[in-house]
Nanobody, 126 residues
Framework: QVQLTESGGGLVQAGGSLRLSCAAS????????MGWFRQAPGKEREFVAA????????YYADFMKGRFTISRDSAKNTVNLQMNSLKPEDTAVYYC???????????????????WGQGTQVTVSS
């Protein structure tokens, strides 16, 4: 059973940084696409970033504008999201997700993912 566990969320002032980590277990992830999504209160879940576990190809939502960086550590089975220059509008619950069959066409769509973590809260104060 695949399990995803996020960590690294918290409270930070605007302009600050946080690094989220997602520990993946219970599967062989070489064919997987891994993504980060976020959901603010009253809003739909939105795509943040994704990475191919095998190839390392990275995909970002347009609103990132170079502020966030996704990476994966195959030796540790973790996927990380480095978030810099945080803004109050980045406040949300951030979720790690795994898509068993990597397909770049669908990495930006939450419905395409097979497994989800429990989420970690990120709060950015102004």
């Amino acid at each position: 059973q695949v399990q995803l566990t996020e960590s690294g969320g918290g409270l930070v002032q605007a302009g600050g940084s946080l690094r989220l980590s997602c520990a993946a277990s219970g599967g062989t992830f070489t064919t997987y696409g891994m993504g980060w999504f976020r959901q603010a209160p009253g809003k739909e879940r939105e795509f943040v970033a994704a990475v191919s576990w095998s190839y390392g190809n990275k995909y970002y939502a347009d609103f990132m504008k170079g502020r966030f960086t996704i990476s994966r550590d195959s030796a540790k089975n973790t996927v990380n999201l480095q978030m810099n220059s945080l803004k109050p509008e980045d406040t949300a619950v951030y979720y790690c997700a795994a898509k068993a069959a990597y397909d770049s066409r669908y990495l930006g769509h939450h419905y395409a993912y097979d497994y989800w973590g429990q989420g970690t809260q990120v709060t950015v104060s102004s």
